[in-house]
């Protein structure tokens, strides 16, 4: 299974570039998990729904053929570490690649977001970008470390 996290925004942090690799080198061959940065549509003298539809092209692109969509939303359904674990293990064992997708500055086209196969929320909290990239991946790689009774996560 291949696992894409599709992110608007191509500049982060160091400390969140390593802390996001350390994590992503940290999963099995058959779970690859890459990340692919889109890059955030110019704000200049642009409408909302132009900027979204711009990203939204972007992101479609970096998106894989076949592949369950799962956008990160403020309003998706929110999971607890288990259930993330549990949904996990469901792709996993459909074959489906996932791509995961976090929205730029001003969120996801609501065209998009719709037609993902599922909306999440990762947190009530409001996030910066380079942050919901590390604490997406730690929160995947837990959920991969509980799918197989690694000690990673302890209850």
């Known amino acids: 299974m291949r ?3 599709v992110a608007v925004g191509q500049k982060v942090p160091d400390w969140a570039q390593t802390a996001y690799d350390d994590y992503a080198k940290r999963f099995p061959p058959e779970l690859k998990v890459e990340i692919k940065a889109v890059k955030t549509e110019p704000r200049a003298s642009k409408t909302l729904d ?3 539809a711009a990203e939204r092209t972007r ?3 970096a998106i894989g053929k076949n ?4 956008a990160l939303d403020e309003r998706g359904t929110s ?5 993330l674990a549990e949904r996990l293990k469901a792709w996993q064992l459909s074959g489906d690649d996932v791509a995961i997708v976090i929205g730029g500055p001003d969120g996801l086209d609501a065209t998009f977001k719709r037609s993902a196969h ?4 990762l947190s009530d909290l409001t996030l ?8 997406l991946i730690e929160q995947l ?3 991969w470390s509980i799918t197989i009774n690694h000690p990673y996560h302890r209850e």
């Open 3 to 5: 696992l894409t996290i």
């Open 79 to 83: 999971v607890t570490t288990v259930a």
């Open 141 to 143: 790689y837990r959920a």
């Open 67 to 70: 592949c369950r969509i799962v």
């Open 50 to 52: 132009t900027l979204l």
């Open 118 to 121: 599922e909306r999440l929320r």
């Open 128 to 135: 910066p970008h380079a942050m919901v990239r590390v604490l």
């Open 59 to 61: 992101i479609e692109a």
